[in-house]
């Protein structure tokens, strides 16, 4: 119930009459006065930072922005500074992200049937040297039949050994792993080569955007100091 009321609040906020309240009252959204309220920008997403129960209200945006001396309560710098705050948050999110895809797991996780595989390929290997031994005793003492046999069972190990040494045992769980990026913007685990319909409702959804404009409020704020 505090919640559904926090999210009324937050709802009816912006219809509040600037009558009832000056820009530098407790009750004002004073990052809304600069120029948004990141509260807003993730509603029911995994970065969501909770309804803003205080007033947004353009008029009072518009007293603030006109005011002579608004550089003087110091609201600015405060938002630039919880702008930087959030990013710093996510940047450090991005960097353990890419760690874990850089990560290289020990040989036996990367390939855990590794030693059987090769364990296999030297008993095929060593019966295939022994049926060729065979082959050519069998030849120079004129046992034609035995040697076609022979010959027959040396061809079906060697596409079993052929087969072994082109099969791909690599845990199919990393594999997927390394098919992963992080956008570098609002932190999101991408599969690389996605559907452009997947990338594009990525790119619109609300914290890439959210961050997004974040990171550009940033910029320019810096560029302009």
Same mark, same amino acid.
């Given at each position: ?12 906020? /912006? ?89 290289? /797991? ?22 295939i040297k022994e049926l060729l031994v065979k082959i050519e005793e069998a030849g120079e003492e004129g046992r034609v039949q035995e040697a076609q046999i022979l010959t027959k069972e040396v ?71």
């Amino acid at each position: 119930m505090d919640y559904q009321r926090q999210l009324l609040e937050e709802l009816m906020a /912006p219809f509040e009459t600037s009558n009832k309240h000056n820009f530098w009252d407790d009750a004002v959204c004073k990052h809304f006065l600069i120029k948004f309220c990141p509260n807003s920008l993730f509603t029911n997403t995994k970065s969501d930072l909770g309804p803003c129960t205080k007033v947004h209200d353009e008029k009072l945006r518009k007293q603030y922005q006109e005011a002579p001396d608004r550089a003087k309560y110091g609201y600015e710098i405060k938002f630039y500074d919880y702008l930087q705050s959030l990013c710093n948050d996510l940047d450090k999110k991005i960097r353990k992200g890419n760690d874990r895809l850089n990560v290289r /797991p020990d040989d036996t996780l990367l390939n855990p049937n590794k030693d059987e595989k090769e364990e296999k390929m030297i008993i095929l290997d060593e019966k295939i040297k022994e049926l060729l031994v065979k082959i050519e005793e069998a030849g120079e003492e004129g046992r034609v039949q035995e040697a076609q046999i022979l010959t027959k069972e040396v061809e079906t190990l060697q596409k079993d050994l052929d087969f072994l040494k082109n099969s791909d045992d690599s845990n199919p769980l990393f594999k997927q792993e390394r098919r992963m990026l992080v956008c570098d913007v609002c932190g999101a685990f991408l599969v690389t080569n996605d559907t452009s319909n997947r990338m594009d409702a990525h790119l619109q959804g609300k914290q890439h955007t959210g961050y997004k404009q974040i990171r550009e409020t940033l910029h320019e704020w810096k560029v302009r100091i």
